[in-house]
T-cell receptor, first 114, second 117 residues
């Protein structure tokens, strides 16, 4: 398994704050990067994906990628209690395909308190 | 709505029996599907790649004779856990990649919780 590291948390932030989730990966050949949200007992839901260095914004979510540092992050602005979940970072190492095998980190548990 | 289904959603079996889990893509064809396993408080671990019409590709450390994968059609992959033991109790999740006009996405099934007594 390729190594994908995340702080397991738990991360606790107040409602309305910015939650910052971090992920590092070991394989420099990694091509695409994904953030999933997983509620207890459920399967993962895709939040965002990013392929290129820099920032990518989608609503309250911003993904940041730095391939030189092998680092990807997710910022959640205006956090809501409904954002409380485990956030999984996943990487795809397969060249020429964004639909290849995904390797997941252990996940960061986020709690947003009212 | 859901684009990938799994059946059953949960199963309890006795040690030594075999259990089959189905993964279906509902409105698209998937020549490739992936099987993952997740133990409590741990992340998803990729087990194998299911290839329609050919043998599955297993990740290092996954016993191919214990976890039999059959991808007999473009919408169905099955995972059979043979001679299941309590340590095989886990949450099994499949995914199917789907190419889109603007982005490619992997859709995850809802998962199957296996409990081996």
């Amino acid at each position: 398994q390729k190594e994908v590291e995340q702080n397991s948390g738990p991360l606790s932030v107040p409602e309305g704050a910015i939650a910052s989730l971090n992920c590092t990966y070991s394989d420099r050949g990694s091509q695409s990067f994904f953030w999933y949200r997983q509620y207890s007992g459920k399967s993962p839901e895709l939040i965002m994906f990013i392929y290129s260095n820099g920032d990518k914004e989608d609503g309250r979510f911003t993904a940041q990628l730095n391939k030189a540092s092998q680092y990807v992050s997710l910022l959640i602005r205006d956090s809501q209690p409904s954002d409380s979940a485990t956030y999984l970072c996943a990487v795809n190492i397969e060249r020429g395909s964004t639909l290849g095998r995904l390797y997941f980190g252990r996940g960061t548990q986020l709690t947003v308190w009212p | 709505g859901a684009v990938v289904s799994q059946h059953p959603s949960w199963v309890i079996c006795k040690s030594g029996t075999s259990v089959k889990i189905e993964c279906r893509s509902l409105d698209f064809q998937a020549t490739t599907m992936f099987w993952y396993r997740q133990f409590p408080k741990q992340s998803l671990m990729l087990m194998a790649t299911s290839n329609e019409g050919s043998k599955a590709t297993y990740e290092q450390g996954v016993e191919k004779d214990k976890f039999l994968i059959n991808h007999a059609s473009l919408t169905l992959s099955t995972l059979t856990v043979t001679s299941a033991h309590p340590e095989d109790s886990s949450f099994y999740i499949c995914s199917a990649p789907r190419a889109g006009r603007t982005s490619d996405t992997q859709y995850f099934g809802p998962g199957t919780r296996l409990t081996v007594l």
